[in-house]
């Protein structure tokens, strides 16, 4: 059995944020109601994603490997240019069709799951959700997005990130996870932008939530799983969705930790102060 120290240090330091992008996988294949969404965008998102992983594989993986074989190990290169080439994929296929064709869809994911989770309270901060509560389909339930919604914005600065840490895939063993986590790192809060929003979190308050010890790690270790499943070929526009799914699931988890704190708090605070005798 593990000391109590052990115990503590494990709580401190484990997060399960890393699998909250693979449970929402799971969460969107076990939630019909939730594949409506997928059906309409299923043939756009392959055939996209296949042409332009094929163009950049035909057009430039041989003579990346080639490159990577002057500096490289026995192996490495292929290792290396694979990563590279479906890392720019990746890029030129959220800059073409994710702030394009997705951002809608993937609210209407997260506010599903939320309402689906029992939290329609804070989805109806934003959108109408009907008080149909023996309707078991929380897609039906939900209302007309409000103007301007999105799932997570449009960073110029996560862009420039990516290009300039783009080159890390060069470097052998080392350089592909280095650039995953530093990706993951600022990709993580924005795959939770549709909380903020839902909280009513202005820039300040978004920010201090963020930067607090826990919750940045946190999110980089989601964001970090989320990047992995980008570099899956074809599959990874799939995740886009999947992976908002588990965004909301993520946020379900954050908010059932805070009003559980909060309940704590006001406990201690119903509380009648403790009786002492008076010193003789």
């Not at 290009?163 to 063993?173: A, D, E, G, S, T």
């Not at 201090?208 to 499943?229: D, H, N, P, Q, S």
């Not at 969705?241 to 993520?250: D, E, R, V, Y």
Request: aromatic content about 16%; hydrophobic content about 50%; charged content about 20%.
């Amino acid at each position: 059995m593990p000391s109590q120290s052990t115990s503590r240090f494990i709580r401190a330091n484990f997060t399960p944020a890393f699998f909250y992008p693979l449970k929402g996988i799971y969460y969107f294949a076990t939630h019909r109601s939730l594949h409506p969404l997928l059906r309409s965008r299923l043939i756009p998102l392959t055939v996209l994603s296949t042409a332009i992983l094929a163009i950049l594989f035909l057009a430039l993986y041989i003579p990346l490997v080639a490159f990577l074989a002057l500096f490289h190990f026995k192996g490495s290169a292929w290792v290396n240019a694979t990563f590279f080439i479906l890392s720019m994929g990746n890029l030129l296929i959220a800059l073409i069709f994710e702030a394009l064709f997705v951002d809608y869809t993937q609210v209407d994911i997260f506010d599903a799951v939320m309402v689906g989770e029992g939290y329609e309270d804070l989805v109806k901060s934003r959108r109408a959700v009907a008080e149909d509560y023996d309707e078991s389909d929380p897609v039906k339930r939900l209302g007309s997005r409000e103007k301007g919604a999105i799932f997570a914005p449009f960073s110029f600065r996560q862009l420039i990130e990516l290009m300039i840490f783009l080159p890390l895939n060069f470097i052998p063993f080392v350089g592909v996870p280095l650039f995953l986590i530093l990706t993951g790192y600022r990709a993580g809060p924005l795959l939770n932008w549709r909380y903020f929003t839902l909280k009513g979190f202005n820039k300040q308050q978004r920010k201090a939530f963020i930067k607090t010890k826990k919750r940045k790690f946190e999110y980089m270790w989601f964001g970090t799983v989320y990047m992995v499943l980008q570099l899956v070929p074809v599959l990874s526009m799939l995740f886009l969705l999947t992976s908002a799914a588990g965004s909301a699931l993520w946020a379900v988890r954050i908010e059932e930790e805070q009003r559980a704190e909060q309940e704590a708090r006001n406990e201690r605070e119903a509380m009648p102060e403790a009786y002492a005798d008076e010193p003789v």
